[in-house]
């Protein structure tokens, strides 16, 4: 659960940039209720480094996938 709530999470700050990411927007995207997406995180904010670190985790493999070794 929490990592479709990241993944929405992730989505949604994509489409709407920081100022549209609430948690009626992800669960929205998520396809879930704004329960949901509290009771993992408790917060936005609680949500938003986890959503960082699978961005981040997500521009290393394309970064590394289009390495061509020698």
């Known amino acids: ?3 479709r709530i990241v993944d929405a999470a992730l ?3 994509r489409a709407e940039g920081y100022a549209g990411v609430s948690v009626r927007a992800i669960a929205r995207v998520g396809e879930s209720s704004p ?3 509290f ?3 408790g ?3 609680a949500l938003l480094p986890a959503v960082l670190r699978q961005a981040s985790q997500e521009l290393l493999g394309a970064h590394k996938g289009g390495r061509r070794e020698a």
Request: aromatic share 14%; no cysteine; charged share 15%.
């Open 35 to 37: 329960a949901l997406v």
């Open 43 to 45: 917060s936005v904010d």
């Open 11 to 13: 989505q949604t700050l």
């Open 39 to 41: 009771y993992p995180f």
């Open 1 to 3: 659960m929490r990592a």
